[in-house]
């Protein structure tokens, strides 16, 4: 059996112990690389705007027998030079000039489709004013802070201010990765882009709420047991949900792999390309984010409290005593072949309870 | 036949300008300080653009609101005009009448009954109360108000006349047809007479020129042969029009029943400071109180002083909204201290519309085309072919990535998927059926992306049963168990998604709040399925041998889901 298989297997079984939290310092790192690379990205290349952003208008229409350059010199031939064209799906163009007043907008319209044989009415047109992208851009943002406020207090009734606080900056974490993947790769930002930003949110919290979800069931009773640390816990918490998140993951995935696909393969250039590649893109920050920044970061909130303090102490004092009782019980039989049980419990031990050792406790 | 296509047609949703082709018009308001205008003048500003889209005769115009913004939609093609059109100032002024005819030339002689209109603001024309008839107008204006200075009897407010009436009267034309929203205007009944006999015999014949008998003083002659033109009739009669302040002008009445020669503006729309609709306490009728400030105080003062005493119609003031007249009022006395009542043959409606027009419509709210969106009716096929194309294409990678991974419960997964599917598909067509609700491109793609989240719910609840099986309980109890937890995480997660597409959908601008609807809409019908769908079948499902034996492709073999080391494999206890 080669080692992913058996790697899939235990996921399937639950069984994985992936010891997410005791790397917080290793996620830290790399989150904070990506984050200055990120906002480096932003400041350095900027966002590429599309014309809903700056404003302008756009023409698309279908032609099978159109090439660039001839689509290029209808609109050059209405006087019109700032011009990008491009092929949008199959047969599909799309011309986008600066912004025209009203009457030259029908001309050019007129002119392109005198040229590829087609009616006024088959050039579709896209006119935006300057202000609109800062309109829209605007109500984002207020819409941001006013989800992130709501968000709060939801999760602090529901769960507690930590795991809100955690939840929320692992969103935050993922919009800035999110936007500086856009920097660095020159995708269009378009509201279409805007609104899959938007969506993230939602992704990126769902993930997280139902793994801390799992972490406060694991923990409702932690203090009094004594057995094991929060970290500890959380780590098993968190191992015992991994499949489900990278089902979710996947399952949410495939739907906007598919639109991306369609979007980009049929339609080229548009809303379906640029909303699903933004979720795309933040899905997979997304998860990782749930799993390697809310969680650490919650933990070491957690681990400050004083009786997640006090526990650790307990933790380690009955691990030390422990393990010097088992010392002198192997010193004891030195020959006397183990339990399967007993040498499992041992490296269970060792490498801090798992998921699965939490549960056989619980049981 | 007709019976297969009418069932055809209920079941398939109505669709958004972006699928079926037309023109989207984007309007957004624009104020001296940036802040964003008040939510009555927008109401009203929506009002009085639908009413001249509609003016224009375009059928299946529709004008919304989304949030500070106004969305003028049109099906079908190159709608310039309608670009030009929705878009100008909405200004109110008032200017004294110089000349007044019927709408038009057959109606000019007699001298009551002006026209077979029977709106309630112009009806009760038969028997002009003694006000309106000191004046002896010849040719009885239609609106036949009387202006006075506000007397002592406060007209008593009624509780809250203008918004529930002014509501109501905008969900009828929402939901009714536009044959309602004409009728509201008298429109209709004028259409009919235009269409039903084009060409009244005696209007064609100069000799009852509607100027005959006129005081034609001071008016500026080319204004006449447009006066004599000007056919009120007709649904187009320059609704919308800006008028020059400074220049005389020939307008319509709001209801089409008669047409003025008006003088220069005297009095701006942003001098009245309020008007309120309310019942005089001693005639029991309704009146319009309307106040100034205090520069349009004194104009107003000056101006009733001089044309009260005026022959009629020269003792009118007419009140100038968007190139229509709305109301016309005789001036009874000089109206000092800048509060002024008009009455006669009001109803509650029309009094509580007149004020909230002197009141909003003295807004100067600018607006300015932030987005035209005109999509051809080939891209409006590509691109519904497209989105349905990828929903079709997720759903089929869902429902096979579900089966290999869940086995037998993948069939609870995909059946709950299909359900949810179909209850999505009928909220749809219910929605476009009964709320005007139009299917558009990001609707369509929040509906694709929520297949994940629908999904998840599954997910949660299926991993929860693994786990309790993996705790050695029975299939039976492991689904109960399973599902007392796996509730509260699927009610917490959806929690979080409803909450962002409610914050979405109302700070949302253009798609996003279609894209925040679908969502919000999937996430409340992904609760539904999950508590009355799919916990009910897995149940069903618990209480089969296939299921319950653990069988390798039910997905729920516990052996296989616990083993860790064959060596030590438990005994499957209740396998």
Known sequence: MSGATNLLGRLYRGESNVDFVGRQKLWYGLSITLLVLSFAGLFVRGLNFGVEFTGGSVFSFKSASASIEQVRDAVHDTGHEQVIVQQAGEDGWRVTTETMPEGEITRVQRALAERFGLTQNDVSIQVIGASWGGQVSEKAVIGLIVFMVAIIAYLSVAFEWRMALAAVVALVHDLVITAGVYAWTGFEVTPATLLGFLTILGYSLYDAVVVFDMIKEVTARLPATGKMTYTEAANGALNATLIRSLNTTLVAILPVASILFIGTTLLGAGTLKDLSLALFVGMIVGTYSSLCVATPLLVTLKEREPQYVALAKRVAQRRQAQAKAEAAAKAGKASGGTGGGTARQTVGAGRGPSATASKRRKR | ?575
């Open chain 2, 1 to 575: 036949m007709t019976g297969v296509t009418a069932l055809q047609q209920a079941f398939i949703p109505q669709y958004g300008l972006d699928l079926a082709g037309g023109t989207t018009v984007t309007l957004s308001p624009i104020t001296p300080n940036g802040t964003s205008p008040s939510q009555e003048s927008l109401d009203l500003a929506v009002n009085i653009i639908r009413d001249r889209v509609n003016g224009t005769g375009i059928s299946d115009a529709e004008t919304v609101r989304a949030g500070d913004n106004i969305v003028v939609s049109v099906p079908g093609k190159g709608q310039e005009e309608v670009i030009q059109l929705v878009g100008t100032t909405a200004e109110l002024r008032f200017r004294q009448v110089l000349a007044v005819a019927p709408a038009k030339m057959d109606a000019a002689v007699p001298t009551d009954a002006p026209t077979p209109s029977s709106t309630p603001a112009a009806s009760s024309s038969p028997s002009p109360e003694p006000r309106a008839s000191t004046s002896a107008n010849p040719t009885v204006s239609p609106a036949s108000h009387s202006l006075s200075r506000k007397g002592d009897p406060e007209p008593s407010a009624t509780p809250s006349p203008g918004a529930t009436d002014r509501d109501k009267r905008e969900d009828g034309r929402k939901q009714k047809s536009q044959r309602q929203d004409t009728d509201d205007d008298g429109e209709g009944e004028n259409d009919g007479k235009a269409t039903a006999s084009p060409t009244p015999t005696p209007s064609s014949d100069p000799a009852t020129d509607p100027l005959a008998g006129a005081d034609l003083t001071g008016i500026e002659p080319s204004l006449l042969d447009e006066f004599r033109e000007l056919d009120c009739t007709k649904s187009d009669r320059g609704q919308g029009v800006q008028d020059d302040p400074d220049k005389q002008l020939v307008a319509c009445s709001q209801d089409g029943t008669a047409r003025y020669i008006l003088d220069k503006a005297v009095v701006k729309g942003t001098e009245v400071a309020g008007a309120t609709a309310g019942v005089d306490q001693t005639t029991g009728e309704w009146v319009v109180s309307v106040d100034f400030k205090s520069e349009g105080a004194t104009q107003f003062s000056r101006i009733t002083g001089q044309i009260t005493s005026l022959p009629a119609p020269r003792n009118q003031l007419a009140m100038v909204l968007d190139g229509v007249v709305i109301s016309a009022p005789t001036i009874q006395e000089a109206i000092p201290g800048g509060k002024a009542r008009i009455s006669g043959s009001f109803t509650q409606e029309s009094a509580t519309r007149l004020a909230d027009q002197l009141k909003y419509g003295a807004l100067p709210l600018k607006f300015e085309r932030s987005s035209v969106e005109e999509v051809s009716s080939t891209l409006g096929a590509d691109q519904l072919r497209g989105g349905l194309l990828a929903g079709g294409l997720g759903l089929i990678v869902v429902v096979i990535y579900s089966m290999l991974y869940y086995r037998g419960l993948g069939v609870v997964s995909v059946s709950s998927l299909a359900v949810a599917t179909i209850v999505t598909y009928l909220s749809v067509v219910l929605l476009s059926e009964n709320a005007g609700f139009r299917l558009s491109l990001p609707h369509i793609v929040g509906l694709i992306v929520s297949i994940g989240i629908t999904a998840d719910s599954f997910i949660v609840y299926f991993e929860r049963i693994r786990d309790e099986l993996r705790a050695g309980r029975t299939l039976r109890l492991a689904v109960e168990l399973a599902w007392r937890r796996a509730k509260r995480t699927i009610l917490v997660a959806d929690a979080v998604t409803f909450i962002a597409a409610v914050v979405l959908y109302f700070l949302a601008v253009g798609g996003v709040a279609g894209f925040a609807f679908a969502m919000g809409l999937t996430t409340l019908i992904d609760i539904a399925v999950v508590f009355l769908f799919t916990k009910p079948m897995v149940t069903l499902l618990a209480r089969l041998r296939f299921f319950a034996k653990g069988h390798p492709l039910s997905g729920l073999d516990a052996g296989r889901l616990r083993r860790t080391d064959p060596a030590v494999r438990p005994t499957p206890q209740e396998a």
